[in-house]
Structure formats: structure tokens, C-alpha cells
Nanobody, 123 residues
Framework: QVQLVESGGGLVQAGGSLRLSCAAS????????MGWFRQGPGKEREFVAA????????YYADSVKGRFTISRDNAKNTVYLQMNSLKPEDTAVYYC????????????????WGQGTQVTVSS
């Protein structure tokens, strides 16, 4: 079992920044990936970014490339999502997720999920 706890969401004006955190605990392995997904009102859950824990490889959705940065702190078992130049269309509940193995972008391939944190960007 892996537990994920997110924090850092909130309300911000367009053009602003937020940083999300996701702390992992439990039976994490040495080779796994952690991802961020989001789900806006009336929309399906979509991939945002992911990082491989062993090598630190990253992958981003086109919609956030150049604005969002995913990073990790191995000692704290924590993944971060730095979100800059936020837009109203970034408004969503953001979830972090864990899967053994490599980065994938399909939500169903992730085994464990956090509870989600709301990000609201006002225009």
C-alpha cells in the first residue's frame, strides 16, 4: 500500500503561481513513477506531468509545457508541481498518482491516488 497526501492548492489570479506537493509513504519501490493529473468541471481526468523516481526523467502535457515543472525530493519522498503563468483553464482538482515502473500518461495505469487539491485560477 502507498499513501499519497497532496497540499498546496488554492485560489490565484491569472498569471500567478502555485506549488503543489505530494508526499508518498508506505511500500514504495525503488523504481516507480509519480504523476500529476487534473480534472476540471464536467471534464475527464487528464494527464499533466510525471517523473520517474530513479532517473528523474520528466514528461509533460503539451498544454502545460514551459509553464509547469515537476520535481522530486528523494529524501522526503515528495513530488512537487510548480505551476507558473496560470490560466483560468488550469482550474481543476489536481491529483497525484503512483505507479511501479515507468512513466505513462493513462490514469488507469496508476495504482494509488491522492485525495486531490483544488486549484482555481480567476481571470
Amino acid at each position: 500500500q502507498v499513501q499519497l497526501v497532496e497540499s498546496g492548492g488554492g485560489l490565484v489570479q491569472a498569471g500567478g503561481s502555485l506549488r503543489l506537493s505530494c508526499a508518498a509513504s508506505g511500500r514504495t519501490t525503488s523504481n516507480y513513477a509519480m504523476g500529476w493529473f487534473r480534472q476540471g468541471p464536467g471534464k475527464e481526468r487528464e494527464f499533466v506531468a510525471a517523473i520517474s523516481w530513479r532517473r528523474g526523467n520528466t514528461y509533460y502535457a503539451d498544454s502545460v509545457k514551459g509553464r509547469f515543472t515537476i520535481s522530486r525530493d528523494n529524501a522526503k519522498n515528495t513530488v512537487y508541481l510548480q505551476m507558473n503563468s496560470l490560466k483560468p483553464e488550469d482550474t481543476a482538482v489536481y491529483y497525484c498518482a503512483f505507479r511501479p515502473g515507468t512513466i505513462v500518461v493513462v490514469p488507469l495505469e496508476y495504482e494509488y491516488w491522492g485525495q486531490g487539491t483544488q486549484v482555481t485560477v480567476s481571470s
